[in-house]
């Protein structure tokens, strides 16, 4: 069996970063499934499909012709030939994947998608219902959490980065919407798996939260 971690949690609680050089640490496959929402939100809209037409989104979601390209340790996301990588981190190309992933046969159609991820020598898998649903035989589920206020600072700092503009107060609005959609849904709804491990990040550095994850799988192996 391929060894998998899941890393599930909110808007920004450090679960990509986290998932990125955990996979980096142990050499496994990296799968970003919050990617693929957001890829398939910016391309419904650029296709003029309306985030809420299930059969065109499902037929898009089937044919998504994206693919991941691993380039200097960072993961390059390109759309149809395009690269998008730095379009789908925007705050409204959030908005529109969290309003596409509402739709049970839209997940349904990115599922496999996400299960081929599983690959020799392992994978670390990254999203929202990792643990809960794509990967619920993963051996090692973690739940990565931190306060609101925390989780804004740390997207005001990332965005400010990246040379786009925002504002506090904003973010922490928008963190809350989109994680008030996220867990109230019917449809996966994100929770953490029974058997997860939770870990709150809020007071601790990123090294320290891959360092307690490589423990923890350490002590499952
Ligand atoms: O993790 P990220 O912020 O990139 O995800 C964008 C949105 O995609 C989330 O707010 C969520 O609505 C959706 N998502 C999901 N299931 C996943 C990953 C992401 O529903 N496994």
């Known amino acids: 069996m391929i060894p998998i971690i899941t890393i599930d949690g909110p808007v920004s609680s450090g679960k990509g970063t986290v998932a990125r050089l955990v996979a980096a640490r142990l ?66 190309v959030g908005e529109m994947a969290s309003q596409v992933a509402v739709l049970q046969p839209v997940r349904d159609a990115l599922f496999a998608r996400q299960r081929a991820f599983a690959l020799s020598p392992g994978l670390v898998a990254d999203g929202r219902d990792m643990g809960t649903v794509v990967f619920q035989d993963a051996p090692l589920k973690i739940y990565l959490n931190a306060s609101a206020e925390e989780r804004a600072r740390r997207r005001y700092a990332q965005l400010k980065e990246k ?33 997860a491990v939770e870990i709150d990040s809020t007071s601790l550095s990123v090294e320290q939260v891959v360092d307690a994850i490589l423990d923890e799988a350490a002590r499952r192996s």
């Not at 809209?45 to 309306?50: H, N």
């Not at 390209?69 to 981190?89: F, K, M, P, Y």
């Open 27 to 92: 050499a496994w496959h990296l799968l970003d499934s919050g990617a693929l929402y957001r890829v398939l939100g910016l391309y419904a809209t650029r296709q003029g499909v309306a985030l809420d037409d299930q059969p065109a989104l499902i037929r898009l979601a089937e044919n998504l012709p994206v693919v991941f390209r691993e380039q200097n340790g960072d993961t390059a996301v390109v759309l149809d030939g395009e690269d998008v990588s730095a379009d789908i981190r925007r705050e409204e």
């Open 163 to 195: 040379g786009f503009d925002a504002t506090l107060a904003t973010l922490i609005e928008d963190i809350q919407t989109r994680d008030d959609r996220d867990m109230n849904r019917d449809v996966a709804p994100l929770k953490p798996a029974d058997d």
